[in-house]
């Protein structure tokens, strides 16, 4: 069974751009994370749904950054413009049910801006 | 603000000995807990979990749970050069995870 799919797996682009992040999460999985993760910071949440639905998008930084699912097997992470304070490794991670249970992560979307 | 603290490392120890990675968290109300394995490079991959107090062996591996004092460690026997990677401590924080800033383990042969 194909695990957590990301694309793009490396993206460069410079400072003001619109940037797409894609992820397409296991097959049955109910719950879908979105983390951001640099050295500074650690791994953080960003946002995750549930059936679809997002359910807290309180790490989300600022409006630059929105996200959404509009099925079973599909979420975008959007930031729109991009700074170089973005600048980090974007995964996506998903669950059979619950948030709090064993989290499968896809192998993350490494974004550089200029 | 709910916090997950690990001590970043690394954390140098000679193959064959035993690694002890720690973790503190802040909520008192947790109740699962994970471990985390993360090769340079790599996603986290989950490589424990503990949800009551004690221990829980799984192989070489050990975690160990104390809810009064708000510590989980995981412990490494017989370490190889192959257990080198970053270890995240994971905490539940209400409906989702918390994770730590993770410590980075070194086997050296």
């Known amino acids: 069974d194909a695990g957590v799919i990301q694309s793009p797996r490396h993206e460069v682009t410079e400072m003001g751009q619109e940037v797409t992040l894609r992820c397409k999460p296991i097959?049955?999985?109910?719950?879908l994370f979105w983390y951001r993760q640099t050295m500074m910071r650690g791994l953080e949440l960003l946002i995750y749904?549930?059936?679809?639905?997002?359910?807290?998008d309180s790490g989300m930084p600022e409006d630059r950054f929105s996200a959404k699912m509009p099925n079973a097997s599909f979420s975008t992470l959007k930031i729109q413009p991009s700074e170089p304070r973005d600048s980090a490794v974007y995964f996506c991670?998903?669950?059979?049910?619950?948030?709090?249970?064993?989290?499968?992560f896809g192998p993350g979307t490494r974004l550089l801006v200029l | 603000q709910k916090e997950v603290e690990q001590n970043s490392g690394p954390l140098s120890v000679p193959e064959g000995a035993i690694a002890s990675l720690n973790c503190t968290y802040s909520?008192?109300?947790?109740?699962?807990f994970f471990w985390y394995r993360q090769y340079s490079g790599k996603s986290p991959e989950l490589i424990m979990s503990i949800y009551s107090n004690g221990d829980k062996e799984d192989g070489r591996f050990t975690a160990q749970l104390n809810k009064a004092s708000q510590y989980v460690s995981l412990l490494i026997r017989d370490s190889q050069p192959s257990d080198s990677a970053t270890y995240l401590c994971?905490?539940?924080?209400?409906?989702?995870?918390?994770f730590g800033t993770g410590t980075r383990l070194q086997v050296f042969p």
């Open positions: 749904f549930n059936n679809n639905v997002p359910i807290d």
């Open positions: 994971a905490v539940n924080g209400g409906d989702k995870l918390i």
């Open positions: 991670a998903s669950t059979p049910g619950l948030a709090v249970e064993t989290q499968y």
């Open positions: 097959s049955g999985h109910n719950s």
């Open positions: 909520d008192r109300v947790s109740q699962s």
